[in-house]
């Protein structure tokens, strides 16, 4: 086993067993509860296309079982103890989670290590839960947002699988075989892809002790089909695309910029900045000037979604049809501006102190802490996790003006509109 260097503040420990997997303990005496989160490298881009969907499918079969572990075992050992556990699947990557007391992580972290280990996929329960999942699709094709958000970003990300919907599709999913997903799972759920992350009222022994017993005996690697992540292409226009829906009551525009990969964290951080600004409060830009002076939308948001590769900077507004034009050109001003006119000193520290207050409610648990370092480690490296206030506090406005420039052009964005029929 080897332990990384890390920089002091960094207040978790980061350690790389023999086996090429990655942990990292935080001990934490002033709580009882002790959080345990596996990530993954193994999100919907790992997919080669044809199995599109195929990670999330993963994620619901990995909680059917092993040969030791029977369906619905794994929950019962969670639950009697108190304890909770929760999965979720992205494009970057899949995580599993156990909360749990510090007296009962000897008997729950083992049981969630068989499980992603050795998830055996039977086929009875594959042609059961894929029913469940593609009654997941079905409901998301009813959510206008969600088809609107869906069009947007294969509008926006026309060769990288970042455009894919991690639900994959029902024709698809219906051609996947229980052989396929156990040659995905044990393809890609090896050790250099993992990162445990303990966090709670454990020492440190003892957490690397449970894990390397856990973690030691990973599946044989097969050969199965090779993902292929093109990169995307910058936006070199306007995309605009309308769909007409029935028993839409309101329309949606929504808008998006593609934006820096985790290579260029502190342009990531400023545009998150930027988005706070522009309409993610109630003082915010557009909330003040689309909803509370002029009434031309009854919600409007913006939001920045870092990801691994590009990531995705939107405006979203709800509003009625016939509004849709003169907002869309309002915001493309609004942008313009941000361009040419530097951003105040005391609209600036308002925003950067509601972001780190955001950080700080954020990493309030241990369950957040886990979820925080593991999610930065997948992506990019977990130590970078905590220079998340310093770097927004460092931001200038005219480093913000020259973001604005680069990223959130006026005349090359994707637009998709929601429309009654």
């Known amino acids: 086993m080897t332990t990384n260097s890390v920089p002091p503040h960094f207040p978790a420990h980061l350690s790389r067993l023999d086996n090429g997997l990655t942990v990292i303990h935080q001990n934490i005496p002033t709580t009882s509860v002790v959080a345990v989160d596996v990530w993954v490298r193994a999100g919907a881009i790992a997919e080669p296309e044809p199995w599109t969907g195929m990670a999330h499918f993963l994620e619901h079969m990995v909680f059917k079982g092993t040969d030791r572990l029977l369906p619905g075992q794994f929950d019962q050992v969670i639950e009697d103890r108190g304890g909770m556990t929760n999965a979720a699947t992205s494009h970057d990557y899949a995580h599993y989670f156990i909360n749990t007391t510090a007296p009962h992580l000897e008997e729950t972290l083992p049981c969630l290590a068989e499980l992603l280990l050795n998830a055996a996929i039977p086929e009875d329960e594959f042609v059961r839960e894929r029913d469940v999942v593609l009654e997941e699709i079905r409901q998301a094709n009813d959510d206008p947002d969600w088809l609107a ?16 919907p991690v639900l994959g599709d029902e024709a698809g999913l219906m051609q996947r075989s229980p052989e396929e997903m156990r040659c995905f799972h044990r393809a890609h759920y090896q050790p250099e892809n993992m990162t445990v992350v303990v966090v709670g009222n454990v020492a440190e022994a003892q957490a690397l002790d449970l ?17 292929i992540a093109d990169a995307e292409p910058p936006i070199t226009e306007i995309r605009r695309q309308e769909l007409y829906l029935p028993r839409l009551e309101q329309a949606r525009l929504m808008m998006a910029w593609i934006g820096p990969g985790v290579d260029q964290l502190r ?12 309409a993610g409060s109630r003082s915010s830009r557009l909330v003040r000037e689309l909803r509370e002076e002029r009434q031309l939308v009854q919600a409007i948001g913006s939001e920045f979604s870092l990801q691994r590769d590009s990531s995705l900077f939107t405006i979203s507004a709800w509003l009625a049809p016939g509004d849709v034009d003169r907002v869309e050109a309002l915001i493309g001003d609004r942008l313009s501006e941000l361009t040419t006119t530097p951003i105040s000193e005391a609209e600036l520290t308002r925003y950067k102190r509601l972001l780190c207050n955001d950080y700080a409610f954020s990493t309030e648990t ?12 997948t992506i990019a490296q977990a130590e970078i996790a905590v220079n998340y206030p310093n770097q927004i506090q460092t931001l200038q ?13 006026p005349y090359h964005y994707a637009a998709t509109i929601l429309k009654p029929l």
């Open 149 to 164: 958000f869906q069009a947007l970003i294969e509008s926006v990300y026309q060769s990288h699988p970042y455009g894919r």
């Open 211 to 227: 894990v390397n017993q856990a973690f030691s005996q990973f599946p044989s690697r097969p050969n199965c089909p090779v993902a």
């Open 267 to 278: 342009d990531a951080y400023g545009l998150d900045l930027l988005s706070v600004l522009l």
């Open 366 to 377: 241990a369950i957040q802490l886990a979820g925080l370092y593991g999610y930065y480690n």
């Open 397 to 409: 406005a005219e480093e913000l003006q020259q973001l604005a420039s680069q990223y959130l052009s």
